[in-house]
């Protein structure tokens, strides 16, 4: 089975491999390729984070001719407590509805989503936070903002488990 990855983040890549690899005992061939999410580059709700998501999938279903595609999208939520750090994943096959999961959510501090408001994206706001580069490829803000109890790519691999197992699902109901 070949799974497309749309993305070449290393967080993403290693969260896909890692909740396929726990859940299906079949030989699998990922192919990862720099896909675009068609909505901002700093989604601030649900329904873009989702179709950002769905988009990634899409686009990297046809480029690498796989049979699944995967994508995975960061965004944020703004509600009456603040704004939220959240995750959306989308899974995509031909001629069948997207397969969509969500993750863990965190409060952001107010001077993180402050600069969002005013319109910068996290991963260059996260980066200057911790005087750091690569952020996004690593720990994340989840990583940074939960002292490392659950990084990046932990809650995104969460989120392909939820993804997988749907599929998973839907396989044995046709």
């Given at each position: 089975?070949?799974?497309?990855?749309?993305?070449?983040?290393?967080?993403?890549?290693?969260?896909?491999?890692?909740?396929?690899?726990?859940?299906?005992?079949?030989?699998?061939?990922?192919?990862?390729?720099?896909?675009?999410?068609?909505?901002?580059?700093?989604?601030?709700?649900?329904?873009?984070?989702?179709?950002?998501?769905?988009?990634?999938?899409?686009?990297?279903?046809?480029?690498?001719?796989?049979?699944?595609?995967?994508?995975?999208?960061?965004?944020?939520?703004?509600?009456?407590?603040?704004?939220?750090?959240?995750?959306?994943?989308?899974?995509?096959?031909?001629?069948?509805?997207?397969?969509?999961?969500?993750?863990?959510?965190?409060?952001?501090?107010?001077?993180?989503?402050?600069?969002?408001?005013?319109?910068e994206e996290l991963g260059p706001v996260m980066d200057d936070y911790c005087q750091s580069e690569g952020i996004r490829h690593h720990e994340g803000a989840m990583g940074i903002f939960t002292n490392g109890a659950v990084n990046r790519d932990e809650?995104?691999?969460?989120?392909?488990?939820?993804?997988?197992?749907?599929?998973?699902?839907?396989?044995?109901?046709?």
């Amino acid at each position: 089975m070949i799974v497309g990855i749309g993305t070449k983040n290393k967080a993403k890549i290693a969260a896909v491999q890692g909740g396929f690899s726990e859940l299906l005992k079949e030989e699998i061939q990922y192919e990862s390729f720099k896909t675009e999410s068609g909505v901002s580059e700093q989604p601030f709700s649900d329904e873009e984070t989702i179709q950002g998501a769905i988009n990634r999938a899409a686009a990297v279903l046809e480029m690498s001719g796989g049979h699944i595609g995967i994508g995975l999208e960061g965004g944020v939520v703004q509600t009456g407590y603040g704004l939220f750090l959240c995750n959306w994943g989308a899974l995509v096959e031909k001629g069948k509805h997207p397969i969509i999961a969500g993750g863990a959510r965190i409060l952001l501090p107010d001077s993180i989503a402050k600069r969002l408001a005013e319109g910068e994206e996290l991963g260059p706001v996260m980066d200057d936070y911790c005087q750091s580069e690569g952020i996004r490829h690593h720990e994340g803000a989840m990583g940074i903002f939960t002292n490392g109890a659950v990084n990046r790519d932990e809650m995104f691999k969460h989120t392909v488990k939820l993804l997988v197992g749907q599929w998973e699902f839907r396989r044995t109901e046709s």
